[in-house]
Each structure stands twice: as structure tokens, then as C-alpha cells.
């Protein structure tokens, strides 16, 4: 950055603060351009976002922007509205008012091919596992390359390869029903990564489980962090995020009355 | 924790192998209980009533040819009791010279005896009743001049009756038709009603799998993937049924008594073999198809819906 009336930029093209008709090196600007570039840049970006159930707001005006390759927990106590908001970054839910952007598109009155498109770049873990009952751990896992016309026979050796990963190859012929919850929540991890989206929602992700099965699960999504994926897990496990802290740069948010608040030290 | 059951083991992978044996995965849908079987059995039992359905429609029409070709090419000339032979013999040289008309030749009384067989029982006297000389004629094309006809036949031989049978055939030939179309409209009704059968059966599977659908929606599966599923399932059910159905109904018109002295006229105008499977796989194939439109229909309907 430069001081103005000093831009040695021969045309308004080559110098962004004139580019964009700001004046230079003035903090007003910088914050200016700083927010817009995170709405534009972010994988997630919600504005002014509110959704309700039954006529009581749970989210309320809710702004949020999540930058490609970080790290975040969304917290709160329990019906603070974190499964809720994943529903809406997920499309699942439509939010009453405000915008929901997914990697910089506006999602309001997506069509369902769009939102196949979307769901497709994000690899999503529920709170309740949701796998396949009649479908062993493998086939589960390997479901989201079927729902993309990929022949199952040519990718035999990826779903290996990812079973191995999450520590499920004994178990990969198995049912859902006979697995621990654990277990299950593996397979789910598993099964939202195996098409290598940009985007990783957890819901809950450690909620049924014992603390070391906890710790290994957030290894799991620390490391795909690594690997460049943008990571938003709910939970309201503080123990999980104080953990994390040793692991992975996170940002965590607190949802309270409906509005995000970065969440301090108390945690 | 309770052991997988029988349906679901089916679809474990193989020893060797982390995955299903199918290059295309396990079903979607998941096997289903005894219940999901009366789609077949329905399908089966719509085949089998189209198939005899439209059996006795081709029987029917067959008929209706049948007295309509003999309405247009045969016709009786009765003369009065006691006509004498020179009479006979003039009337039948004018008759074979009037236009329309391809033959002419009195019945026999042997043949008068067959026709009054059935009303006077075999061996009747006949020779004490006064017959009327009747004469069979053959016609051609759209046949002879009746009004000219009879007023030369009034002055040859006084009392001569020409008849077409026109009465008599037209309305039996009427009534063909009307079964006819009857059973056509049956047929149509029977397989309107597989239609909704499979549209029922759809739409059930879908609902009672709705968590799936919704699961795979969820990681990204589009609604078409979905219906193709769901009417594989559905469709391949009404398509054994429809097979098994329409192939009994064939074989039960087959296994018929033979056309014979004591067959009815109706089983003679039966398709024979080649005709039969022919119809069979004609509904069997218009089952499959009507039933997979209607569940492609049904589901992306439902699908709809359930956004």
C-alpha cells in the first residue's frame, strides 16, 4: 500500500485503490475492501441471515464468512440453532431473510440442480450418521461416487484406501447396525470426503462417542484441513475445541439470541 | 446389537473385495418383504385377463369378417313347393345369366335334410313335407339388380322369394363388432388399471424409503438417479409378473380343446400358436411399458413434492 498522490501505477487498472475509486493507505478503505474480498472470497458467506421455525427466530440477521482452507467450530448450547445453521450452508433449510452465498454463488431460489451442484462441492457429517442401512460401510462410503456416474469397480482401490484411513477396513463389509457409534461417525467422516469436496460440515461429529474416540475423529478432520479442505464443525464439546487448539488454528464462533460472536478465552 | 438379516447379507461384498460385486453398487432400494411380491402377482393376473381379453376380441372380429364375407357373396332363391323342373331349369339359366350372380344350384334333398336337422331331429320324413325349392347363388361384387331380378323372376316363376340374408346377418355382424369393441375397451381398462397399480406401488416405495431419498439428495444424488431406482425396482417386478400372466393366459387358450365336429366356432378362430405368443408378449410388453411410464410419472411427480 501506498500513501496518496505517491501511486506509481501508470493506469487505474494496475493500482486496486484507484481501480476501485478509494483513495489510498485510509483504514476506512482497507476495511472497505477487506470485507468485501472475505464475501467474495469466503467458501460461506451469510448476510443479514434469519430462519425460524414455528414463527420463533432462531437465527437472527446472522452474518458469517468462512475463507477457503480454514478452520472453524460453531458452538452453543444445545438449541442455540448450530444444527440449523449447517441446514441452511447445506441448503437444506431456505433462511427466511438474507443471503446465503456458497462459494461466491447467491443461493436464493436455487433450483434443484443447483443445489445438487453446491451439495456436491460439500462433504457434509449429521449429527445422526445417516448411512445406509442395507448398504455395508463400504458401499456407504463409496455411495457419493455412484450418485456422479462413477463406475464403482475403477474407484475399488480410493474407497480402500479411505476405509484404511478412518481405520474401518475389518469392519468395511459390515452393516451400519452393527457398527459402534464411532464407528459410524467414521464411516460418515468417510463417506463426505471421499469425492474430495472443498467444503466439510460436522455436525456433532464427536456427540455419541467416548473422548479417545473424540480426539481421533478430530485428528481426522485436522488432517484434511491439512489437505486444504474448509472445515466448519458444530459442536458444543468444549473439551474438543480446547484440544483442538494443539492441533489446528481454528476459529470458533459462539451462536447466542440467534447472532454469531467470536468466541475468547472463556472456552 | 442384532445380526444382519438374510435380505441384507445378500448384499454384503464379496470375501475378496471391499465392494459389492455389481459394477453399478448394491440397490438403493432396499430389498423389500413379501408385500412388495403383489405387485407381481397383480401384474400377473392384469396380464392374463388382457391376454383373454383380447383373445375374445380377435375371436369376435373374426367373426364379424366372417358373416360380413358371407353376407356379401351368398344368397337363397326359395321357390314355392311343387315347382316343376322346366320352371327350375328356366329360372336357374336366368339366374346364371344375370350379372352379380357367379353360380347358381338347387339344394339337394339331402342338404335341404341337414339344414331342418336341428329342428326336426335326424331322419325326418321329409317327403310328406311340402319344401320349397331352394336354390344357393354365389355372388359377385356388390351382386345382381334385386329389383330387376325379382320382377323377372315374378314373370318366370310366380311366388320365387329372393333373399340376401341381409336381415338376419347385418345385425349378428353388428354384435361382433360391439363384443369387439367391448373388448377392446376392456383390454385398454385392464391395462389403465396396471397403470395404476405400478403408479400406487411407486409411489409407496418411495414413501416408505423417504430417508433414503432424503440422504442421497443430501451427498449430492440428483432426483433422476433416484427414479431410475425406484422405477428399476417397481418395472422389473411388474415385468416378471407381466410375463408369467401373460404367458398362462396363452397357454390357457392353447390348451383349448382342438377345433373339431364338437368344438364351438369360437375356439376354430383362435390364433394358433405363433399368434398366441405373439399376443402374449404383445401385452406382457405393453404392461412393462405402460407400467414404466406411469412410475417414472409417478415419482418425478412425488419427487417434486417432497422439495
Not at chain 1, 209 to 222: F, N, P, Q, S, T
Request: proline share 5%; net charge neutral.
Amino acid at each position: 500500500m501506498h500513501a496518496a498522490g505517491e501511486c506509481p501505477a501508470a493506469h487505474p487498472c494496475q493500482c486496486i485503490w484507484r481501480y476501485l475509486n478509494l483513495s489510498c493507505q485510509t483504514s476506512a478503505n482497507v476495511q472497505v475492501l477487506t470485507s468485501h474480498l472475505n464475501r467474495e472470497l469466503a467458501v460461506i458467506a451469510l448476510e443479514k441471515v434469519s430462519f425460524g421455525y414455528d414463527g420463533r427466530a432462531t437465527l437472527d440477521g446472522l452474518d458469517l464468512a468462512v475463507p477457503a482452507g480454514s478452520f472453524h467450530f460453531l458452538t452453543g448450547p444445545s438449541g442455540a440453532g448450530k444444527t440449523t445453521l449447517l441446514r441452511l450452508i447445506h441448503l437444506e433449510h431456505r433462511p427466511g431473510a438474507g443471503v446465503v452465498r456458497l462459494f461466491g454463488e447467491d443461493t436464493a431460489g436455487a433450483e434443484a440442480a443447483q443445489r445438487t451442484r453446491l451439495r456436491r462441492r460439500i462433504g457434509v457429517v449429521f449429527q445422526d450418521f445417516r448411512l445406509i442401512d442395507h448398504m455395508s460401510v463400504a458401499d456407504n462410503i463409496a455411495l457419493p461416487l455412484r450418485l456422479r456416474g462413477k463406475v464403482m469397480t475403477a474407484h475399488r482401490d480410493d474407497v480402500t484406501e479411505l476405509v484404511q484411513w478412518v481405520g474401518l477396513t475389518e469392519r468395511a463389509g459390515a452393516l451400519p447396525r452393527a457398527l459402534s457409534a464411532g464407528e459410524k461417525q467414521r464411516a460418515a467422516i468417510a463417506r463426505a470426503v471421499i469425492t474430495s469436496p472443498e467444503l466439510i460440515l460436522a455436525d456433532e461429529p464427536t456427540g455419541n462417542i467416548d473422548a479417545e474416540m473424540g480426539m481421533r475423529i478430530l485428528r481426522l478432520l485436522v488432517e484434511l484441513n491439512r489437505l486444504g479442505k474448509t472445515v466448519l464443525v458444530a459442536t458444543h464439546d468444549l473439551g474438543l475445541i480446547r484440544a483442538a487448539r494443539s492441533l489446528v488454528q481454528a476459529r470458533t464462533l459462539r451462536l447466542s439470541e440467534g447472532r454469531l460472536v467470536q468466541a475468547g478465552s472463556d472456552l | 446389537m442384532s445380526a444382519p438379516g438374510p435380505a441384507a447379507e445378500a448384499h454384503r461384498p464379496a470375501a475378496g473385495g471391499i465392494l459389492a460385486r455389481r459394477p453399478e453398487g448394491p440397490p438403493i432400494v432396499p430389498p423389500s418383504g413379501w408385500a412388495a411380491w403383489l405387485t407381481t402377482l397383480t401384474a400377473a393376473a392384469m396380464a392374463f385377463l388382457a391376454v383373454l381379453t383380447l383373445a375374445a376380441g380377435l375371436v369376435a372380429g373374426s367373426l364379424a369378417e366372417e358373416w360380413r364375407a358371407d353376407l356379401a357373396e351368398v344368397a337363397t332363391l326359395r321357390l314355392p313347393a311343387g315347382t316343376d323342373p322346366a320352371t327350375l331349369g328356366a329360372v336357374l339359366d336366368q339366374l346364371r345369366a344375370t350379372p352379380g350372380i357367379a353360380a347358381a344350384r338347387t339344394l339337394d334333398r339331402a342338404e335341404q335334410a341337414a339344414l331342418l336337422e336341428p329342428w326336426l331331429g335326424r331322419g325326418a320324413a321329409l317327403d310328406d313335407l311340402p319344401l320349397p325349392v331352394l336354390v344357393d347363388l354365389r355372388l359377385t361384387g356388390a351382386g345382381p339388380d334385386v329389383a330387376t331380378l325379382e320382377a323377372n323372376l315374378a314373370l318366370a316363376a310366380p311366388g320365387a322369394v329372393y333373399d340376401d340374408h341381409a336381415g338376419v346377418r347385418a345385425p349378428l355382424g353388428r354384435a361382433a363388432d360391439e363384443v369387439r369393441r367391448l373388448a377392446l375397451a376392456g383390454a385398454l381398462l385392464v391395462v389403465l388399471a396396471a397403470a395404476g397399480m405400478v403408479a400406487l406401488a411407486a409411489r409407496a416405495s418411495l414413501a416408505a424409503n423417504a430417508e433414503i431419498v432424503r440422504v442421497i439428495r443430501l451427498i449430492g444424488g440428483e432426483d433422476a438417479f433416484i427414479t431410475r431406482a425406484f422405477v428399476g425396482r417397481v418395472v422389473r417386478r411388474t415385468a416378471l409378473g407381466a410375463v408369467v400372466g401373460a404367458a398362462l393366459g396363452a397357454a390357457a387358450l392353447a390348451a383349448l380343446p382342438a377345433p373339431g365336429a364338437q368344438t364351438a366356432l369360437a375356439v376354430a378362430l383362435l390364433p394358433g400358436p405363433g399368434g398366441l405368443a405373439a399376443l402374449a408378449a404383445g401385452v406382457a410388453v405393453g404392461l412393462v411399458g405402460v407400467g414404466w411410464l406411469a412410475a417414472r410419472v409417478t415419482l418425478r411427480l412425488t419427487l417434486s413434492a417432497m422439495e
